[in-house]
């Protein structure tokens, strides 16, 4: 199963983007979707998580401007991001973590512009 990340581009700070992943098959015994960034010359660091039984925790960085959906029957889950900063760009990373394994998608990248 690959995960593919979709919806970055270029916007103004202040503006807003979704990135979505998509799933190209069924994933079982999921714990948790997560996205993670790495801006350049930094490490990734985590930015959100929707859980299995659906409850959310971001990054105090983004908390109040990101949300972070779920649909599980089109194996689809989105980042929402509103009043983007600069300090937002980089590639977005979708993960899926279960019991076994960690799925990372290729990532998309997001720049805001000052």
């Known amino acids: 199963v690959q995960l593919q990340a979709s919806g970055g581009g270029l916007v103004q700070g202040g503006g807003s983007l979704r990135v979505s992943c998509a799933a190209s098959g069924s994933i079982g015994g999921i714990w948790a979707r997560r996205w993670y960034r790495q801006a350049p010359g930094k490490e990734r660091e985590?930015?959100?998580?929707?859980?299995?039984?659906?409850?959310?925790d971001y990054a105090d960085s983004v908390k109040g401007r990101f949300t972070i959906s779920r649909d599980v029957a089109k194996k689809t889950f989105d980042l929402r991001m509103d009043s983007l900063e600069p300090e937002d760009t980089g590639i977005y990373y979708c993960?899926?973590?279960?019991?076994?394994?960690?799925?990372w998608g290729q990532g998309t990248q997001v720049t805001v512009s000052s």
């Open positions: 985590w930015v959100a998580t929707i859980t299995a039984n659906g409850s959310v």
């Open positions: 993960n899926i973590v279960t019991k076994y394994k960690n799925y």
